[in-house]
């Protein structure tokens, strides 16, 4: 069973940024892809970024493209979300997730991933 664990989060000041890390555990295997959402008080789930395990592509939402930057650790289990220019309608609690089912499309959807992790708090004043 793959436990997901992110850190990272916190209150950070509008313009700043912050790096939110994704530590897997308990796994004797890749995934086929990690995501990264957020969630909102209020609101549904969001898709925000993913990156293929092998070959490393990844893919953003229009909303974060040019400031989330989605990788990965070398030779690790760790999945980094560095988001910069952080604006006050960033906060929310962000989730990565793993899809384990074998794609080769790019995968958005909540439903998509298999294993998720807690969340964690971001938190941008204004």
């Known amino acids: 069973q793959v436990q997901l664990v992110e850190s990272g989060g916190g209150l950070v000041q509008a313009g700043g940024s912050l790096r939110l890390s994704c530590a897997a555990s308990g796994g004797t295997f890749s995934p086929n892809a990690v995501g990264w959402f957020r969630q909102a008080p209020g609101k549904e789930r969001d898709f925000l970024a993913t990156i293929r395990w092998f070959g490393g592509s990844t893919y953003y939402a229009d909303s974060v493209k040019g400031r989330f930057t989605i990788s990965t650790s070398n030779g690790g289990n760790t999945v980094y979300l560095h988001m910069n220019s952080l604006k006050p309608e960033d906060t929310a609690v962000y989730y990565c997730?793993?899809?384990?089912?074998?794609?080769?499309?790019?995968?958005?959807?909540?439903?998509?991933?298999?294993?998720w992790g807690q969340g964690t708090q971001v938190t941008v004043s204004s």
């Open positions: 997730a793993w899809r384990i089912r074998f794609t080769t499309n790019i995968m958005t959807a909540v439903e998509a991933y298999d294993y």
